[in-house]
């Protein structure tokens, strides 16, 4: 018996087929390549069915699909809310894919990124063994999966650990609303956005960030994320600049999320960690400054054991739980 997993990010789909005891048999990875709105969906469709007919071929018994999906999802109608994907405000994802794969029999599951995320590290990752853990995700975007007493926290809306929103600096900027402040400054597109801004008041010229003498093509021309990392490892001041403010709101948050939620672990993940995964001494130490202090002490920051796999394994987890449900 397996499972099928997909997980879809604001670039990629990755997918994967998985045994019960969590053993990766078959893994995929196809670029969004600026797909948007049904076309996504077709992709996530046509995914699905490249991997039953793998599954066939190998004769292996496939009866649930789990999908992360990067946003909310409506438990009752399967709709899914997702901001960086052009299209998705109340994208109808589960009547899409139960009308068009080739196997109609088989239950699909969707939920959130950052639910299957601590889903899957609680079962394959650093996670194991915790009943209170979160998934801090930072990426194209940011959110948390929150894990209380076992069980994935969702709230009254199943919106809980949209941590994007956390209001972490002041005064209120219109730039907020699309994303909230936390992801505004400290996500990877936030690292791009600060660099930006910094670049466009700045005069140092720095070959590694600044793309041209003019400043009208400062502003236009955005760095990347890893662009800022490559900087930052030559000692690029914009880039030290830009990752010390990342190092403070990653810090914030960690305080705001062990005050309220006394976790025994926070784990991060997500595109940005990766490369900030050096930073978590750092992130730490500010973490100190702002948090009850208690649970601070008793808390530990680590890095996912999953990688890039943490939302697949919980998507997997999610089909193998429809099974027996």
Known sequence: MAVIALDLGGTKLAGAILTRRGKMLYQTAVPLARRRGRAVGELIVTEINNLLAFARSKRLKVSSVGVAVPGIVNPRSGRVWAPNIQGWRSYPLQRQIEATTSSPAIRVVID?????????????????????????????????????????????????????????????????????????????????????????????????????????????????????FAAYERHDPVARNVLAQAIEFWGMAVAN?????????????????????????????????????????????????????????????????????
Do not use: M
């Open 257 to 325: 999320l062990v005050s309220l939620f006394n976790p025994e672990k926070i784990i991060f993940g997500g595109g940005v960690f990766g490369p900030a995964r050096r930073f978590l001494n750092d992130i730490y130490a500010e973490a100190r400054k702002w948090a009850q202090p208690i649970t601070i002490n008793r808390v530990k920051l680590e890095g996912s054991k999953l990688r890039g796999d943490a939302a697949l394994y919980g998507a997997a987890r999610l089909a193998l739980q429809a099974q027996s449900a």
């Open 112 to 228: 959130s990124d950052r639910a299957c995320s601590i889903l899957g590290e609680a079962w394959q990752g650093a996670a194991r063994g915790c009943r209170h853990a979160i998934f801090l995700s930072v990426g194209t975007g940011i959110g948390a999966g929150i894990l209380v007493d076992g069980k994935v926290l969702r709230g009254a809306n199943d919106i809980a650990g949209a941590i994007g929103w956390l209001a972490l600096d002041r005064p209120f900027r219109r730039e907020y609303v699309a994303c909230g402040c936390f992801e505004h400054h400290a996500s990877g597109k936030g690292l791009a956005k600060v660099a930006c801004e910094l670049l466009a008041q700045s005069q140092t010229k720095t070959p590694a960030l600044q793309h041209s003498n003019s400043p009208a093509l400062v502003q236009s021309i955005s760095p990347t994320a890893n662009e800022i």
